[in-house]
């Protein structure tokens, strides 16, 4: 969730347009709702700056890629677009490979949900991606992005039947606030 403040200071930098004051309010309202609907504060884990630094260069990757996908090569269809992504992310695989998944590896495994991982996972997001962030720009979609942890929460709860405390789900709605707060004026057209 770091690309939403990642992908407004972006644009910030890139556009040298001043941020609307609701897009900064929703990312910060939107960090806030990420730290309690993810549990962090009641966690009681070690903190490890490899860690962090990896996820935070993870975000800056994410927060490059939604900026390529939003403002390079818009005139490109977008099924070809989204093909260099796909590249781009299978090279990067390759780099930080992790050799030791092929201890556990499992071809049967591979057939059922990897067809499925493969489409929904590789395939269709850079696809909708490219089609969509035109539209939207870089820091609208940095915004809509939080939109995973609901998602995610929702999907613990309901397909793996994890335990979500109420405090999650206080981060979920404060999530989807700041996202329908950031699209009030998109909301009020369509409506």
């Known amino acids: 969730m770091q690309s939403i403040w990642m992908g407004v200071i972006l644009e910030y930098i890139i556009t040298k347009k001043t ?29 490890h700056w490899t860690g962090i630094l ?5 975000a800056a990757s994410y927060t490059f890629t939604l900026y390529a996908s939003s403002n390079v090569e818009k005139d490109i269809l977008s099924y070809v ?16 490979w992790n050799f030791s998944i092929l201890k556990n590896f499992n071809r049967a495994d591979l057939l059922v949900s ?33 939109i995973e942890i609901p998602v995610s929460i929702i999907s613990a709860q309901l ?20 996202v329908i707060m950031a699209n009030w004026k998109t909301i009020k057209i369509i409506g």
């Open 81 to 96: 677009r989204s093909k260099y992504l796909i590249i781009g992310g299978f090279i990067a695989v390759i780099i930080f």
């Open 54 to 58: 990896w996820g935070l260069g993870a």
């Open 159 to 178: 397909i793996l039947g994890e335990q979500v405390f109420l405090i999650q789900w206080l981060g979920v709605f404060i999530i989807l606030f700041s």
């Open 114 to 146: 990897g067809v499925v991982l493969g489409i929904f996972g590789t395939v269709l997001p850079p696809l909708l991606f490219t089609k969509g962030i035109p539209y939207i720009g870089l820091g609208m979609a940095s915004i809509l992005i939080s």
């Open 19 to 47: 941020i609307a004051k609701v897009k900064i309010l929703a990312a910060i309202i939107t960090i806030l709702g990420t730290v309690l609907a993810s549990d962090v504060l009641f966690q009681k884990a070690e903190t």
